[in-house]
């Protein structure tokens, strides 16, 4: 704390935070608000890494807290962006914390991967797979139209114009 607290940056109170989070009991509330802490506190420019192991870390924690739902968005996240800078190792921890939440998880596709978050990927391998608009909104807890929006900027960024041409490129 006091190293953290020596110097304005909250890439360390972001750690200090995530510290204090792994030493509080697991599932308290403590636990949960610190690492919440820590995640505020890392800067969204910097840092990818840092912000990615702590929110596998959330993500572990709300599961084994019985909260697999709230879960889920967290270990996305890490996994995006493990994904994202070359962390295979903890981008396969994400996805082995993914699929103990109930989530079904494939190995990505690297160029895709490289080209869409890991949410519009998610939708994209299900439209792969045939499922409508509203299947995939019921399947991830979204609204038809915000599956529709992903899928327009999933198409903008493949170049594409249809689900075939979708279901082609991860094929």
Known sequence: DRWASSTA????????ARCHALLAPRGSAEAERE?????????TDAGAFERARTELLLGRELRRSRRPRDAREHLHDAREAFTL?????WAEQAAA??????????????????LLTG????????VA????????AARMFLSTRT???HLRNIFHRLGIRS?????????
């Open 9 to 16: 940056s909250p890439s360390r109170r972001a750690l200090s």
């Open 129 to 136: 797979e045939g499922a409508t608009n509203r299947e995939i």
């Open 85 to 89: 800078i070359g962390a295979t190792t």
């Open 163 to 171: 689900r075939t041409e979708l279901a082609r490129a991860l094929s």
């Open 119 to 126: 949410q519009q990927l998610r939708i994209a391998q299900l």
């Open 147 to 149: 599956v529709d929006h």
């Open 97 to 114: 914390e993914l699929r103990a939440a109930g989530e079904s998880v494939g190995a990505p596709d690297p160029s895709a991967a490289r």
């Open 35 to 43: 690492f919440r802490a820590a995640l505020r506190l890392h800067p």
